[in-house]
């Protein structure tokens, strides 16, 4: 091997060796560390996916469903069961969603003549959500006479999700005079 190395020495010193040499050496490198064991701690994991853990897969959602409505307390136990730092990652699935929700009045805010602020709360069991919207208060006669606790149903886009939803293109339904039971 000497031999061949004293008689190439100028063709393996000139350009096309450099790079044939580079080449060889760059293979052997990636040979040696693939075979090298992996940290069973944090495995080939960086820096950034060891402290925010693996990234949460984001639930299916589809934009439009006939018959079939999310409940708010689903989508929000989703978003609490994902790691923190994922959270606003996956709230982001839900923005756009066309939702239909149940729940009680739990208060009204003017905001202008034409503007009422709505909070609603949605309760299964013992945890409940809430759901703000605004709407206008001319399209919808009696609204006034709405008392806290009133069942009502909100249609909407959800623009937003934190601690609760806020809704766009809000349209309210509600009965002045409760079923019989």
Do not use: C
């Not at 293979?27 to 994991?45: H, M, N, W, Y």
């Not at 639930?59 to 689903?74: C, D, F, N, Q, T």
């Not at 805010?109 to 409940?128: F, M, P, V």
């Not at 809430?130 to 709405?146: A, D, K, Q, S």
């Amino acid at each position: 091997m000497w031999n061949w190395l004293l008689n190439n020495k100028e063709w393996l010193f000139s350009g096309g060796g450099i790079v044939l040499v580079a080449l060889l050496i760059r293979f052997v490198f990636q040979r040696i560390k693939k075979a090298k064991p992996k940290d069973e701690a944090t495995g080939s994991l960086s820096l950034q996916q060891i402290i925010e853990g693996p990234p949460a897969k984001p639930p299916e959602i589809r934009k439009e469903v006939k018959g079939v409505s999310l409940s708010a307390l689903a989508i929000m136990t989703t978003i609490e069961e994902t790691p923190l730092l994922q959270r606003p990652d996956v709230a982001k699935n839900y923005i756009g969603l066309r939702v239909s929700w149940d729940g009680k009045l739990s208060s009204a805010n003017k905001i202008s003549d034409n503007n009422i602020r709505l909070i609603i709360r949605i309760s299964e069991g013992y945890k409940d959500v809430g759901v703000t919207f605004e709407i206008n208060p001319n399209r919808y006669p009696g609204l006034g006479l709405l008392k806290y606790k009133h069942s009502v149903r909100v249609s909407g886009v959800i623009s937003r999700v934190s601690d609760y939803f806020e809704l766009e293109d809000a349209y309210l339904e509600y009965e002045l005079t409760p079923p019989d039971k």
